[in-house]
């Protein structure tokens, strides 16, 4: 009795679950450079996911994680068990984008692409770092979200619920192109 084993089909020369990556989104670098900045002056600590395969594409924030000016601790037990995993991401608010003794143990435990971001956390201020910690060449893909105005995407600002505003009885307010 022949046995069903569902077969995805993918392209050939299309990465697999668990390729190491060669692209981060935009999206994902620019989420980790803003929490980055939000965490100066201590350091800010994360995990790199990629989904779709060979492409990084989320920031996971692992519960537990500590951090201080010179120092992120990582709760590697916390982490989902999930083969997209890839690596690391975290800050060095001192600007230096090589990897200290302490960032080389690490890389060479565990994962296979890790980011170190550094000071005053803007599009060129990070590097990647493969397992051994040789620097690599990461393709950043996608790109930047729109600037503010017509075409911008609709921001929410919350208001005070208990005083009105100028603009209307409402307690939330949406800024954005007017509805149709």
Same mark, same amino acid.
């Given at each position: /009795?022949?046995?069903?084993?569902?077969?995805? #089909? #993918?392209?050939?020369?299309?990465?697999?679950?668990?390729? =190491?990556?060669?692209?981060?989104? #935009?999206?994902?670098?620019?989420?980790?450079?803003?929490?980055?900045?939000?965490?100066?002056?201590?350091?800010?600590? *994360?995990?790199?996911?990629?989904? %779709?395969?060979? !492409?990084?594409?989320?920031?996971?924030?692992?519960?537990?994680? !500590?951090?201080?000016?010179? $120092?992120?601790?990582?709760?590697?037990? /916390? @982490?989902? &068990?999930?083969?997209? &995993?890839?690596?690391?991401?975290?800050? $060095?608010?001192? *600007?230096?984008? $090589?990897?200290?003794?302490?960032? @080389?143990?690490?890389?060479?435990?565990?994962?296979?692409?890790?980011?170190?971001?550094?000071?005053?956390?803007?599009?060129?201020?990070?590097?990647?770092?493969?397992?051994?910690?040789?620097?690599? !060449?990461?393709? &950043?893909?996608?790109?930047?979200?729109?600037?503010?105005?017509?075409?911008? @995407?609709? =921001?929410?600002?919350?208001?005070? &619920? $208990? #005083?009105?505003?100028?603009?209307? %009885?409402?307690?939330?307010?949406?800024?954005?192109?007017?509805?149709?």
């Amino acid at each position: /009795m022949p046995i069903f084993r569902p077969q995805r #089909r #993918r392209s050939p020369g299309a990465p697999r679950l668990g390729d =190491t990556p060669t692209r981060i989104t #935009r999206r994902c670098l620019d989420l980790a450079l803003a929490n980055a900045a939000s965490s100066y002056p201590n350091e800010f600590g *994360g995990i790199l996911r990629s989904d %779709p395969p060979g !492409t990084i594409s989320e920031l996971l924030l692992l519960p537990g994680t !500590t951090a201080g000016r010179r $120092h992120a601790n990582f709760q590697l037990q /916390m @982490l989902p &068990v999930d083969l997209g &995993v890839a690596g690391t991401v975290h800050s $060095h608010p001192s *600007g230096a984008l $090589h990897p200290s003794e302490a960032d @080389l143990s690490l890389f060479r435990r565990w994962g296979r692409r890790h980011v170190i971001l550094g000071h005053p956390f803007d599009e060129g201020c990070w590097r990647a770092y493969d397992g051994n910690g040789a620097e690599i !060449t990461i393709e &950043v893909t996608g790109d930047r979200p729109a600037s503010a105005g017509r075409d911008a @995407l609709r =921001t929410y600002r919350p208001r005070s &619920v $208990h #005083r009105p505003t100028a603009e209307g %009885p409402g307690p939330l307010a949406f800024d954005g192109p007017d509805e149709a």
